[in-house]
């Protein structure tokens, strides 16, 4: 069975989403090893410090544009960001208190499992979609964020339209008088 223009056309975009979420979980993973490495002895502290700078740096750049690019497949946990903008610098992680560092490490953990969960969505959807099931994929076209950044949430979205089509219900009972049920609110209402 061949697959369409449109179907191929998703799968493309799938496959950039699979390999941003990738990108985005190797860094994280980084992020976690130089953050583990700096207190074993005999590590070179300065060159740790400044991996860890930029990979922190990395972090922020990919998360805005893996969110940007997902829309309604982005789950990551809304605390994934703090973690990085909270870890400073590893000297300062270091002297905190051994329970300021479990709880590092904890949702360092909570984040990671988040990460992977997305992927593996991610994933799904695109060997659905090469196996030729239609899947339907958001883009910031469809939300108004083409360029300008401005757009509408896709829970917002998926709200509207779900208002929007039970008003178009109501309406096609009420104005065709199906099964005598818009006669019966005419004159509850009486019209």
Not at 71 to 97: C, K
Not at 152 to 176: E, H, M, N, S
Request: hydrophobic share 45%; glycine share 8%; charged share 25%.
């Amino acid at each position: 069975m061949a697959l369409s223009k449109k179907q191929l056309k998703t799968i493309e975009q799938l496959e950039r989403r699979v390999e941003l979420c990738r990108e985005f979980m190797n860094d994280w993973l980084l992020f976690n090893q130089i953050l583990s490495s700096y207190p074993n002895p005999g590590v070179n502290k300065a060159q740790l410090e400044n991996q860890f700078l930029k990979i922190k740096s990395k972090l922020a750049r990919e998360h805005r544009v893996l969110q940007q690019t997902l829309l309604d497949d982005y789950n990551l946990d809304s605390n994934t960001m703090n973690i990085v903008s909270g870890a400073t610098n590893l000297e300062a992680i270091y002297s905190q208190s051994e329970v300021a560092l479990k709880k590092l490490q904890t949702e360092w953990h909570r984040a990671f499992i988040a990460i992977n969960e997305t992927l593996g969505v991610l994933e799904d959807k695109k060997m659905r979609a090469e196996q030729g099931e239609k899947i339907f994929v958001v883009t910031a076209d469809m939300m108004g964020g083409g360029g300008g950044g401005v757009g509408i949430d896709p829970a917002k979205l998926k709200t509207i339209l779900i208002i929007g089509a039970v008003i178009a219900v109501i309406a096609v009972v009420f104005i065709f008088d199906i099964g005598g049920i818009g006669s019966m609110y005419k004159r509850a209402l009486g019209m």
